[in-house]
């Protein structure tokens, strides 16, 4: 039995007929289908409010005694000399010419200063005259033997640099002259004023270079310019850290037995801003320093 086909496919075609009419009327109903989504919309980035905030760094710093006293080798010089015009009264129109050369400072630190001596040598030339019967001329040398003792008190002032507070004595232990038909005759008391007011020349000059060194204030500019800072902390979005100094606050020196040490609190700005270009940050002049005490936090 032969079998037909045809029915079946009579069938198929008026299905696809049927299909096809069914699409193009519902078209204007349907959406197109996108194989591509559209680039998102760009959103405006939303600047960050520049919120400033005050800190305090504190800073301790110590110079070793070690250090002042390297200071104090260089500021002082080795040679002292001086001049006392009718010095003995044994003698008449005498005159006491003298000088020492000093040994190395020695510099220990107590809560209550930083203690100095050193110790000299030197001759002393006596000139004059002796009545013993006839007036006979005398000229003689000693031997010279002094210690220069002395305290400094340091003091911060507000313009960066310290105030030594510098005083001390001299104390001739040894000034012995031979005079003929006087034997030998000690100079000691006579040599001891005329040191006593060089050592007073010798310290007011070494307080006077001591108290225009600048090297704290040195130190303290290029600190403060290091400060100024600008850190990047975000690169999406960019952003900025910026430190600004405002201010410095010290108290007064405290001296142990191995430093001398300055306590400093530096008052500073931080803010943060947003931007692709780091923010200007220019370096302002070092303040005055507010003395006082720093309360620790």
Do not use: C, F
């Not at 013993?132 to 002094?146: G, K, M, Q, T, Y």
């Not at 975000?234 to 606050?249: C, F, K, Q, T």
């Not at 303040?287 to 005490?293: A, D, K, S, V, Y």
């Amino acid at each position: 039995m032969r079998t037909s086909w045809r029915p079946l496919t009579g069938l198929l075609v008026l299905m696809l007929l049927a299909a096809g009419a069914w699409v193009l009327w519902q078209r204007p109903a349907l959406p197109l289908l996108e194989l591509t989504a559209p680039p998102p919309a760009a959103r405006p980035l939303k600047a960050l409010a520049p919120e400033v905030r005050d800190s305090v760094l504190h800073l301790p710093v110590a110079v070793s005694i070690e250090a002042l006293r390297a200071r104090l080798e260089q500021a002082a010089p080795r040679r002292l000399s001086g001049r006392e015009d009718n010095p003995v009264g044994a003698l008449s129109d005498d005159r006491l010419d003298w000088q020492a050369e000093r040994g190395p400072i020695a510099l220990a630190g107590r809560p209550d200063g930083l203690y100095l001596q050193v110790a000299a040598v030197g001759q002393a030339r006596v000139q004059g005259k002796a009545r013993i019967l006839v007036e006979i001329p005398v000229s003689a040398r000693a031997d010279l033997a002094a210690t220069l003792s002395a305290r400094l008190q340091p003091q911060q002032r507000p313009d960066w640099t310290l105030v030594p507070n510098l005083g001390g004595v001299v104390q001739v232990q040894r000034a012995e002259v031979p005079i003929q038909g006087l034997g030998r005759v000690s100079l000691r008391e006579q040599v001891q004023g005329p040191a006593n007011r060089a050592a007073q020349d010798l310290l007011r000059r070494l307080e006077q270079r001591l108290a225009g060194d600048q090297q704290l204030r040195s130190l303290a500019e290029r600190e403060w310019a290091r400060l100024h800072q600008v850190q990047r902390v975000s690169d999406e979005p960019p952003a900025w850290l910026v430190i600004r100094p405002s201010g410095v606050r010290a108290q007064q020196p405290r001296i142990d037995a191995e430093s001398l040490h300055l306590g400093l609190a530096i008052s500073a700005q931080t803010r943060l801003v947003t931007g692709a270009e780091p923010p200007a940050n220019p370096v302002a002049p070092l303040p005055t320093l507010e003395l006082g005490p720093i309360r620790p936090g």
